[in-house]
């Protein structure tokens, strides 16, 4: 045998580091995101409807153009480029095409690591950085805009790690990231504090010879996070909804517990371990962003995403795992654009929710669906969508503090409230949610108010009343 054939062996083990590829880049997340979990927020629907608006008006909505209450009310469509590609995904093929354009961001996310990692770790570890982050990141996978920047997340953590080991900052051009970033989601500012710690390595360690050209970097980056469609109103947006008083009565806002994220505390205590039984001594700069990130992720839910893909950047090359590639990853890579494909093609539905109450909506009455109703919050976004307009939805920034509050307590079930909201909107019927809402009730006893339909999902009541 000649020098070029391959031995049994070295073949079994070519064959299993492209088998660990195709599942860590392409069967997980197409696996992830075509659950039914992917498709369990309101929020999507109303994402939808905001695209769809901007193809039928080719402009990006300033004001309100969806509820009653709030209508003509100054607002923000902070996430208009993935509006418009989840409004496209959705015309095209339905929860399918969504669940294509999921599946396409995680599998650019779990790529990106696989491509700077591949070099640095070996299968094993490679596995358990992609695995543990995606085990956070499930909890999070949703058909909305915060997917989109993942990969954005990781390809400026890699950038940044990369430039630690040059002492030099990225190539200009490279700040356009932030741009896209700026313009697809309100998380944005997020990129200012992975970029300022990690600078500060790549200062050290190149005794602040480069101080200037990172000075000139930051500069660029500063201008490519203004290059907003929104302005300025864009570019402030992220820290009017962070100044929100009634952010705590939204899930994703809430403090993190081993109640609402048990993996988030496994994965935490895992990643501790070896990094305690390595030894591993992270640089300054690192070390103080993974405390930041950490304490952002205790303070609100919705800050475990950041903190895991940062993680899976940093963590893995200082465990000192041997280097060792594994496999080919961009042929491999090449497939993803067929099983993209048969992803939007394979037809998926799902179950009726308070996030897709097609049955419910389809009771309606014909003449109901232009009278002013009051909803419990996760219907807002179907009902935009199905072109009803709602009392609230998910765009609690626009509505206010205040809105925000009287709502929370109608939905407690303050009746005097409730009489006044429908004698100041004139609200003719409602929608909620089974369950043990208080609201439901009182309306079942009411003489003003009657039961007109109700399945598994909710219930509508109309009034009686003139």
Known sequence: MGDKDISFAELREKLAADLLLIFLALGLPIGLASTDRTFGDGDTAWHIAVGRWIFEHGRIPTTDPFSFTAFGKPWV?????????????????????????????????????????????????????????????????????????????????????????????????????????????????????????????????????????????????LVAVCLQVNGIAGILQPFHVAGLDTLHLINEWLPTTTKNTPQFYGMLLLTLGLILWRGVRIPIG??????????????????????????????????????????????????????????????LNPPETVSNPGGLLAHVPAELKSQPVFNEYSFGGPLILAGIRPYIDGRSEMYGDDFMTDYTEIAKGDWDRFERAVKRYDIRWTILPQGELKLRQQLDKSPQW?????????????????
């Open 286 to 347: 690192q070390l103080l962003l993974l405390l930041v990130m950490l304490f952002l992720a205790f303070s609100q839910l919705r800050h475990q995403s950041w903190l895991a893909i940062v993680a899976a950047v940093i963590i893995p090359p200082l465990l000192g795992s041997p280097k060792k590639s594994a496999g080919k990853s961009l042929p491999i890579l090449a497939a993803a654009v067929p099983l993209l494909l048969a992803r939007a093609l394979w037809p």
């Open 77 to 221: 469509a902070m996430e208009w480029p993935a509006d418009l590609l989840f409004a496209g995904a959705y015309h095209v093929a339905g929860y399918a095409g969504l669940a294509a354009v999921v599946s396409a961001a995680v599998i650019a996310l779990n790529a990106i690591l696989l491509i700077y990692l591949r070099s640095r770790v070996g299968p094993i570890g490679l596995t358990i950085a992609i695995i543990g982050m995606d085990i956070i990141l499930s909890g999070f996978l949703l058909a909305r805009p915060h997917v989109l920047v993942w990969p954005l997340v990781a390809a400026w953590t890699v950038l940044l790690a990369r430039s630690i080991e040059t002492g030099r900052p990225p190539p200009l051009w490279t700040a356009l990231l932030l741009t896209l970033w700026a313009n697809l989601h309100g998380s944005f500012p997020i990129a200012a504090v992975i970029g300022g710690f990690m600078a500060l390595d790549a200062l050290i360690a190149a005794q602040w010879k480069t101080l200037k050209q990172w000075l000139i970097f930051g500069a660029v980056c």
């Open 450 to 466: 009657r039961r007109i339909y109700a399945d598994q999902v909710g219930v509508i009541h109309v009034r009686t009343e003139s």
